[in-house]
């Protein structure tokens, strides 16, 4: 039914910059919020960012003023722009809908690995 393909992580340094990509398909996402999450080994998934229908943002304290979330309705994809990247930014990313229950299921994720 509903798919999430997460792409665009990787192995960056410290400083560097990486654009993620999540790939939506069986729902279209012109009425929903949209949100971006990550989980570290041995840690629970976090909310990094969100964006609603209309385009508002908003952003972890943690990743304030270094990633930016965008969405393009008519390519049913959702983005994260992630730059000055951090170490403690290592992690998988998700995407899926800012809901308890999201989409129902999740993608496979997308691992940046920050290192030096």
């Known amino acids: 039914q509903v798919q999430l393909v997460e792409s665009g992580g990787g192995l960056v340094q410290p400083g560097g910059s990486l654009r993620l990509s999540c790939a939506v398909s069986g729902r279209s996402l012109r009425f929903h919020a949209m949100a971006w999450y990550r989980q570290a080994p041995g840690k629970q998934r976090e909310l990094v960012a969100d964006i609603t229908s209309g385009g508002t943002t908003n952003y972890a304290d943690s990743v304030k003023g270094r990633f930016t979330i965008s969405r393009d309705n008519a390519k049913n994809t959702v983005y994260l722009q992630m730059n000055s990247l951090k170490p403690e930014d290592t992690a998988v990313y998700y995407c899926?809908?800012?809901?308890?229950?999201?989409?129902?299921?999740w993608g496979q994720g997308t691992q940046v690995n920050v290192s030096s």
């Open positions: 899926n809908r800012p809901t308890s229950g999201g989409f129902g299921s």
